[in-house]
């Protein structure tokens, strides 16, 4: 069936590193793809999102580009800010005829230090 | 204003008790979701309604009761629950379990449920 693998966490970087979150995806078709952000306390929230094979989705700084050929949606950031820290999840639409879902990875903690 | 309201963000609870957990969209959405999140484990689907029919059960213990009354309220009835159940609870909706999917999910802020 439809899966999604990203990286293992925690992530520890500092302030205005660069950012990278492996997300790779089995799926039948072209599924859309997604990120999103779940800040402490909070619910999670669409990050960004990609719906055909080169697609990029940005959003804040970030930015994800849909990889058919490698079945990738990695997430990227150049400058992180403390703001930044947060589990980020990797998903994709499982369309599965009229029961669809959306299918989450693990996701992974990014904590960013001053 | 995220469009899906959770209502009450913390729940403090003894085994014995009943509590309900609410949640309300003004999306204009048809498919509504339950999901349990515990500390250290991976997003857990408990329960899914579109168009207020409950098309998926988990293999949810029956002390987790759902019921949806219309296509933008959901609740999660709770009784005699057990420690390990404390965890954030999160509502979720999508415009239906079609295509619409594919748009994504709109997410509650979830309460923060606490079994003593």
């Known amino acids: 069936g439809n899966s999604v693998t990203q990286m293992e966490g925690p992530v520890t970087l500092s302030e205005e590193a660069f950012l990278t979150i492996n997300c790779t995806y089995t799926a039948t078709g072209y599924p859309s793809l997604f990120w999103y952000v779940q800040y402490p306390g909070e619910g999670l929230q669409l990050l960004l999102k990609a719906t055909k094979a080169d697609d990029k989705g940005s959003n804040k700084g970030f930015e994800a580009t849909y990889r058919k050929e490698t079945t990738s949606f990695h997430l990227e950031k150049g400058s992180v800010q403390v703001s930044d820290s947060a589990v980020y999840f990797c998903a994709l639409a499982d369309y599965g005829g009229s029961q669809g879902n959306l299918i989450f990875g693990k996701g992974t903690k990014l904590s960013v230090k001053p | 204003e995220t469009g899906v309201t959770q209502t009450p963000r913390h729940l403090v609870m003894g085994m014995t008790n009943k509590k309900s957990l609410k949640c309300e969209q003004h999306l204009g959405h048809n498919a509504m979701y339950w999901y349990k999140q515990s500390a250290k484990k991976p997003l857990e689907l408990m329960f899914v309604?579109?168009?207020?029919?409950?098309?998926e059960n988990n293999s949810v213990p029956s002390r987790f009761s759902p019921e949806c009354p219309n296509s933008s309220h959901l609740f999660l009835h709770l009784h005699t629950l057990q420690p390990e159940d404390s965890a954030l609870y999160l509502c979720a909706s999508s415009q239906d379990r079609g295509v619409g999917v594919g748009y994504g999910y709109t997410f509650g802020s979830g309460t923060r449920l606490t079994v003593v």
């Open positions: 309604y579109n168009f207020k029919e409950q098309t």
